[in-house]
């Protein structure tokens, strides 16, 4: 990284967002090789400010991460206010209320998230200022509880990402076949909506899918720590080649991979899939060629969120290879890879792959049963397939509302019902970007 270090700005709203970005942390604490207060353990060892995009470096030495945790609920937050972390962190990262949302997006909305929403702003806003350059926002929480939902979108309302600053939201949405609360599907589009006019970027997740990726790597009693570490790979893997940038790499930014995801405005979920994470059944130092890396990160099982890729058409793609890899390889393996699978690919847009290294391979805190690898492989893509999880929610929506159940629940936190029917009419029209793009109609109508 050269010139002035961009920062970036990472928010966890909600359990789910707090949990999973704890363990960001983590990760980042020892890419950057600091200690449990903020200090570096080997100074000599970093060779450039690519630590300041995520850090602020303070007199005394020590560094403090650009980070805000906000739940309603005060749970989750006293967990890492009193934990291993809460050095590391400062006081001024937290913002915690008396009560959950109950898995209502109207109480994060209106009602017991407003109770700490002029704090959540004010520490949001200090945390842009302290920012040398701010270059990013990241936020992280599900899309299924009130707080993640509602709380965020007043949030992002009430205190907009700057003009010209790149947003990413990273969602951990609900399984199409296995749900944790029956208002689940209300939340989601509630949440999905509004949070799509705020943020330029969205990177699904889902449970179910992190958790068959956790059986796939010999993980036994799983638990949310090991589907939060392999969150955390692919979350902070987002500004790695930014971090560690590879050869010849050394312009690599985030607008960059960003632009080249997404084609039009309203296409803008990314889907994962990421592949050797290093768990107790391979040895650290075994590196596998890129090309078998590549073949497999295309393979369905490897995937981070329910839609199985290979069913879809990929608009784009980005490759992002960390560790020990030869760029020059690299091509002739995606070459090797679309022989093998051919995978499908829109034919209007000719060069679909970027491709981004990092010369950092993946790490995990020492307290993971992941091991990390000498090479792994992680893959963003736009692919139509989004279009059959966007279906399914819309419908049951659909079904929730047309008994109207749980809607008192709602309206009872000062929703107005009529916000029901505008919230499926926004709904519809980001589902339909997709379904014309695969049907190739509407504004995608090659000869109307
Ligand atoms: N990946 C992951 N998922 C989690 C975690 N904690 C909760 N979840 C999932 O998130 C969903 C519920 O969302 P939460 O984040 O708990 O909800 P919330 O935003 O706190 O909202 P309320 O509790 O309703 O105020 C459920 O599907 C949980 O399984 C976590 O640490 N990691
Ligand atoms: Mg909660």
């Known amino acids: 990284m050269q010139g002035r270090p961009q920062n970036m700005v990472c928010v966890g709203i909600g359990q789910c967002g707090v949990q999973a970005l704890n363990r960001v942390w983590y990760t980042l604490m020892k890419e950057h090789d600091l200690n449990f207060i903020g200090e570096m353990m080997q100074p000599a060892h970093q060779e450039n400010t690519s630590i300041l995009m995520h850090f602020q470096e303070h007199t005394t030495g020590k560094y403090t991460p650009r980070t805000l945790f906000i739940d309603s609920d005060d749970v989750p937050i006293e967990v890492l206010r009193t934990g291993k972390m809460k050095n590391f962190y400062g006081m001024h990262a937290f913002c915690s209320g008396g009560s959950s949302c109950a898995n209502n997006y109207a109480r994060g909305r209106y009602s017991a998230g407003r109770n700490i929403l002029d704090d959540a702003c004010d520490k949001y806003r200090t945390l842009l200022e302290d920012c040398d350059r701010v270059n990013s926002v990241l936020k992280i929480n599900s899309f299924q509880g009130g707080t993640g939902t509602g709380l965020s979108n007043t949030l992002f309302e009430q205190a907009p990402i700057p003009k010209g600053v790149n947003s990413v939201s990273c969602d951990v949405v609900p399984s199409p076949f296995f749900s944790t609360a029956t208002t689940n599907y209300y939340n989601v ?14 990177f699904i997740f889902d449970n179910l899918s992190l958790y068959k990726k956790c059986i796939l790597e010999d993980i036994e009693d799983i638990n949310l720590t090991h589907i939060n570490d392999i969150l955390a790979t692919c979350i902070s893997g987002i500004s790695c080649p930014m971090r560690f940038c590879g050869l010849n790499d050394g312009s690599n930014n985030l607008k960059k991979i960003l ?29 596998i060629k890129s090309v078998e890396l590549t073949c497999q990160v295309f393979k369905n099982h490897h995937r981070l969120c329910t839609p199985k890729l290979q069913d879809g058409t990929y608009l784009a793609c980005n490759l992002q290879f960390r560790g020990q890899n030869e760029k020059s390889v690299l091509i002739k393996s995606i070459q090797r890879m679309y022989d093998l699978y051919e995978p499908k690919f829109t034919s209007w847009i000719p060069t679909p792959f970027r491709i981004s290294t990092s010369w950092k391979p993946i790490v995990f805190s020492n307290d993971s049963v992941f091991k990390g690898t000498m090479n792994s492989c992680i893959m963003m893509s736009n692919n139509t397939i989004v279009s059959e999880i966007l ?17 008192h629940w709602y309206i009872s936190q000062g929703m107005e019902e ?10 519809d029209i980001i589902s339909k ?16």
């Open 433 to 448: 970007s997709y379904h014309d793009v695969i049907t190739g109609t509407g504004e995608f109508a090659i000869n109307e």
């Open 189 to 202: 589009l509630f949440g999905l909506t509004e949070s799509y006019i705020q943020f330029g970027t969205h």
């Open 391 to 407: 279906e399914i929610y819309g419908r049951n929506f659909e079904m929730l509302l047309e008994k109207r159940a749980f809607v």
């Open 259 to 287: 632009t080249n995801l997404v084609p039009f405005p309203n296409l803008r979920m990314i889907l994962s899939s990421a592949t050797r994470f290093g768990s107790i059944n391979y040895p650290v130092d075994y590196a």
């Open 418 to 427: 009529g916000e029901f029917a505008q919230c499926k009419e926004s709904y």
